[in-house]
């Protein structure tokens, strides 16, 4: 497979949110930067690419990995000019694994692993969606109907979203960076999450919330995929 940093930043920039320049022309041996591990503890996830953004780079966007992967139990290690990076990490086909934000000193990253499976968020609408809760199941009460009325759902919707926002308990289950989107338009990301049962809430740039409730997440059969659309 062949892997331009120009087709990468592309396609990175079609999926989701993220800053970078770079004007330094070299790479630093490992005693003069930072190093950043990527440990892919998954068992079925390939990592093909890894995109990094920053100031001491030659291309915004640049696949670090180039013609590498990080198969199931491997690791890499990437060693960058000392300053502050952001990484994205895809699949083969350009799903998002996931995404870091402010690395600024030595950092190891783990994909999966301690048991926690794959998910994947399909994003077929319109819209950009922002935010991606991952309730354990029944710990808030999300059963309200959004096919009701207009006037009916805003009320519900309003007081549900009022006690999401005001506990700060609450924010351990949301799983997207407030800097990451799933793009519109068929943007994949892929979240990791331990076997058991979930309610998850997804929620837009428009505010719309979308449910998927009772959901059981196990450890075999096949992975689980939520569309937005």
């Known amino acids: 497979m062949i892997k331009g940093t120009i087709l990468v930043a592309a396609l990175i920039f079609s999926l989701f949110f993220v800053m970078g320049c770079g004007d330094n022309e070299t790479l630093p041996d490992e005693e003069d930067g930072i190093s950043i591990e990527v440990a892919n503890n998954s068992e079925e996830l390939v ?50 694994i996931n995404s ?11 994909i999966g692993g301690d048991g926690r499976v794959p998910i994947l968020v399909q994003n077929t609408s319109d819209y950009n969606l922002l935010l991606f809760y991952a309730f354990p199941g029944g710990l808030i009460d999300l059963d309200f109907d959004l096919n009701e009325d207009d006037e009916m759902l805003e009320e519900e919707w309003a007081e549900v979203w009022d006690e999401i926002w005001m506990n700060e308990d609450y924010l351990q289950y949301q799983l997207l960076h407030e800097r ?23 929620i837009n740039e428009e505010v719309e919330p979308f449910l998927e409730l009772d959901i059981e997440i196990e450890d075999e059969g096949p992975r689980k995929v939520i569309t937005i659309d």
């Not at 870091?100 to 783990?110: P, V």
């Not at 990451?180 to 997804?202: K, M, S």
Request: aromatic content about 20%; proline content about 4%; charged content about 30%.
């Open 180 to 202: 990451e989107a799933v793009r519109a338009e068929n943007g994949r990301r892929f979240f990791f999450l331990t076997p058991g049962n979930y309610d998850f809430l997804i």
């Open 100 to 110: 870091y934000f402010g690395l600024t000193e030595d950092t190891r990253i783990d």
């Open 47 to 96: 990592i093909a690419h890894a995109a990094f953004f920053g100031e001491g780079l030659d291309d915004w966007g640049e696949d670090l990995l180039k013609d590498e992967i990080i198969a199931p139990d491997e690791v890499y290690t990437f060693i960058l000019p000392e300053g502050e990076y952001d990484l994205s990490l895809f699949n083969q086909d350009f799903f998002v």
